[in-house]
């Protein structure tokens, strides 16, 4: 889906070749609902069959399905942007439009959409090769090929995908007639002419159907000096160390070993990925704590403040007026005593200083003579 | 009109003739470096006729047999895009990644051959050939980009003339995406220190282990024509633009006939610089290729930014 993303950006900084960027994303989308479509059909026709899906049990198929196996095999290099079949044209397309848009970021992108189609055939290599070459090691209970009816849709697709990559001008039209509306905004150029034969714009073309023709020609020759009516059939070469017949099925690759050395070196980007992961993971954690620590401040505010609200409350109700037996019986004789020993002391202070002189020369000599008595009383 | 239709019989001639010479040349370059005789300069062919009349025995399906013959057609097919004498003949293309697609197209049977084969050895070296594609094709993407970003052409004539007539100041910028392309070449031609995927020397070879006969001749000849596609790509990368300066437009047979013989001499002399290179080193492990390529990669992405600095 990404892919007419190039012709947007394109368009918008007002670069003819957006239209043809459009036109290969389209393409190369309209591709992969045939190719994709066809490889899911040959899986589940494995599947029907074997059985199983499991890629290291399986092998040697094509003795059996035969037509599956071409069908795959169609599938595979149309994915994988064998010319000339149809997803060759449209990731030449895209390729066009990303490394001659003067774009450096967009050149990156078609870098990286070169890698990633090597890739792409590398897996169905794999997945071809591992299912359907080789001796037959699962235990199919009906040795024949799929239903007809499921070879019919499988062979569909695999014609559209041949012609839509041989005869351009059969989709490539329909497609261009997408981009009218925009077309009807922008000076319109014609950026893509497309033929029975030719397919060209700025400048370059390609014909898949001479380049057919051409590899037809030379293939059919070729064969013709390779005489494949007169060979023998050989059992393969083990240097002469005498594989037995348990031991000739596992004579094979298993889906498993492929590209382990691939596998190894590019480990580390999964490992940076983990790392990414990790670090990713310690920062949320990070955020996170954070948050809970924001929230707990507020809620220690909250806290605070409901319990000042609750002082004042405390401190109101406290004020309220309350009825309670002991204080109307006890109080009362204490306030009594309380006015009392006020009095008494009230009138100890406001009398003249004569007579606090004389009370207290009476108090210190009362007080010496307890102080004496006790004395003696203790000497004694 | 009719000087690309002699282009294309010429073409065809020296992608089937000239492989066979060069190889029989390096063989005796690496013979002499090493203080031994050789074989004689036509050996390969002596070989190939040898082996394209002895029977041959099939241990595999129907892929088995088809693989060499798609093999051969396709490299036959690549070099009919690549300008000879100044002129590309006539072709479905002339475009840059459809010449790069249609060489891989012997790399794919190369790896159906081996891997279809009920042989591990033949599966371990379809195994190293498709690692080996794997990692060159990042440092392929980022050569070309260069190229395109320099030149703003896609056509392989397109840029030889363009990079002809290109501002010298960009000069240095183009000799570091060559540099990456006799890189790339010297990988995908599988000379001696990237060898791996045939691995020859070994009791049990790579991919074409379980071939005889005429089937082994075809391969032999198709990787042969690869690896001499690969190195007329860089000779008529080198040929063009030092000459167009000289022929604005090559029209005459003369100077026809002048500029192939100097395709020539330029990609005999790039062919025997590797092969003399070739005779001073060993054969790497997958793994040292892919880290190596690794590297190589990170470097050229380092000069890839710098060239979309200076073109913005």
């Not at chain 1, 036109?23 to 069959?49: D, E, M, P, Q």
């Not at chain 1, 955020?287 to 220690?300: P, R, S």
């Not at chain 2, 395709?263 to 070739?278: H, K, P, T």
Request: glycine share 6%.
């Amino acid at each position: 889906m990404a892919r007419p993303g190039t012709g947007i950006v394109l368009l918008s900084q007002g670069n003819i070749l957006g239209f043809l960027g459009i036109i290969a994303g389209l393409y190369h989308l309209v591709n992969h609902a045939v190719f994709k479509g066809l490889s899911f059909l040959s899986a589940g026709s494995i599947l029907y069959r074997a059985h199983t899906r499991d890629l290291n049990i399986l092998g040697g198929l094509n003795k059996i399905m035969p037509w599956t196996a071409l069908f795959t095999l169609i599938a595979f290099l149309s994915i994988a942007g064998v010319p000339p079949f149809n997803g060759f044209m449209s990731k030449w397309l895209i390729y066009e439009v990303t490394f001659s848009s003067a774009n450096s970021l967009l050149a990156f992108y078609g870098i990286m959409a070169l890698f990633i189609s090597a890739v792409t055939l590398a897996l169905f290599i794999k997945f071809y090769t591992a299912a359907f070459t080789g001796e037959l090691k699962v235990e199919v209970k009906e040795r024949a090929e799929v239903p007809r009816s499921m070879l019919t849709s499988m062979g569909i697709l695999a014609i559209i995908c041949i012609l839509w990559g041989v005869v351009p001008v059969l989709i490539v039209p329909l497609l261009n007639a997408a981009t009218q509306t925009i077309k009807a905004m922008i000076v319109w150029k014609s950026v893509i002419e497309v033929s029975a034969l030719w397919i060209s714009f700025q400048g370059t073309l390609f014909s898949p159907i001479i380049l057919l023709m051409f590899m037809t020609i030379v293939f059919l020759l070729s064969i013709l000096a390779v005489k494949p009516y007169r060979y023998a059939i050989a059992t393969t070469w083990d240097a002469g160390v005498g594989i037995n017949v348990h031991e000739y099925r596992d004579y094979k690759f298993l889906a498993k070993h492929y590209y382990m050395a691939f596998e190894e070196a590019i480990h580390s980007l999964y490992y940076l990925g983990e790392e990414l992961c990790h670090v990713s993971y310690k920062l949320l954690c990070n955020i996170v704590k954070t948050l809970l620590y924001m929230n707990n401040c507020i809620a220690g505010a909250c806290n605070k403040l409901s319990r000042i609200i609750h002082e004042i409350g405390v401190a109101i109700n406290r004020k309220a007026y309350e009825i309670y037996l002991d204080e109307m019986i006890i109080s009362p004789l204490v306030r009594v005593l309380d006015a009392l020993s006020r009095f008494l002391g009230w009138t100890v202070l406001r009398t003249d200083i004569d007579t606090f002189l004389v009370y207290s020369a009476l108090y210190i000599v009362i007080m010496s003579l307890i102080a004496i008595l006790f004395m003696g009383f203790m000497k004694l | 009109m009719i000087m690309r239709l002699v282009s294309l019989c010429v073409a065809i001639v020296i992608a089937l003739v000239f492989p066979l010479i060069f190889d029989g040349i390096g063989r005796k370059i690496k013979a002499r470096i090493q203080y031994r005789m050789g074989p004689p300069i036509f050996q390969t062919i002596y070989d190939v006729s040898k082996l394209l009349k002895t029977p041959y025995l099939v241990s595999g399906g129907l892929m088995f047999i088809l693989a060499p013959c798609i093999a051969f057609a396709s490299a036959l097919a690549s070099i009919t895009m690549l300008p000879v004498g100044g002129i590309s003949p006539i072709s479905f293309s002339y475009d840059i990644f459809v010449f790069l697609y249609v060489e891989a197209m012997v790399s794919i049977s190369l790896m159906l051959a081996g891997f279809s084969v009920q042989n591990i050895y033949a599966n371990a070296g379809a195994n190293r050939e498709t690692m080996l594609i794997l990692s060159t094709e990042p440092i392929l993407g980022v050569a070309l980009a260069m190229l395109a970003l320099l030149t703003k052409r896609l056509s392989i004539e397109g840029i030889a003339y363009t990079i002809g007539v290109i501002d010298y100041r960009l000069l240095p910028l183009v000799l570091i995406a060559y540099m990456m392309l006799v890189y790339i070449v010297y990988i995908e031609g599988g000379f001696i220190p990237f060898d791996l995927t045939e691995a020859e020397t070994e009791i049990l070879g790579g991919p074409l282990c379980e071939y005889s006969g005429r089937l082994l001749a075809l391969f032999k000849w198709a990787l042969l024509i690869k690896r001499f596609t690969l190195i007329w790509l860089l000779a008529s990368l080198i040929t063009i633009p030092s000459v167009a300066p000289a022929f604005s437009r090559i029209n005459t047979v003369f100077s026809y006939i002048l500029v192939l013989l100097f395709q020539l001499f330029i990609a005999l002399v790039l062919y025997c610089s590797i092969v003399a290179n070739e005779a001073f080193t060993a054969r790497y492990k997958i793994d040292h290729v892919i880290s190596l390529n690794k590297r190589v990669f990170l470097v050229s992405i380092i000069f890839f930014i710098v060239i979309a600095v200076l073109t913005l």
